[in-house]
C-alpha cells in the first residue's frame, strides 16, 4: 500500500485551503468592483425629508450634535427596545 507522510499531506492541505481563499477574494472583489451597490455609499449631507425621520435627541438621551457623526435621524418605528 502506498504510504504519505504527515507532512507531505498538510502541505497539499494547506496549498489548497491557500488556493481557495485567493479564488474566493479575487471573486468577491471582481463582484463589488463591478456592482455599485456593493461600494460604500456617500453619506446625506442634508436634513431628512420629514414625515417618519425624528431627530434621535429627541428620541433618546443624547446630543444634538455628534462629533464626527453630525446630527442623527432615524425612523422611530426601527428604533430598538432596551437599554
Known sequence: MYKTK??????????????MAISL???T??????NPGCM?????M????????????ELVQLPDYLPGRGTLYVDPNTLPVGP
Open 40 to 44: 460604500h455609499k456617500k453619506m446625506s
Open 6 to 19: 504527515p507532512l507531505t499531506i498538510f502541505v497539499v492541505a494547506a496549498f489548497f485551503v491557500t488556493a
Open 29 to 34: 472583489y471582481t463582484v463589488c468592483s463591478a
Open 25 to 27: 477574494m479575487a471573486s
Open 46 to 57: 442634508t436634513a431628512p425629508s420629514g414625515a417618519p425621520d425624528k431627530k434621535v435627541s
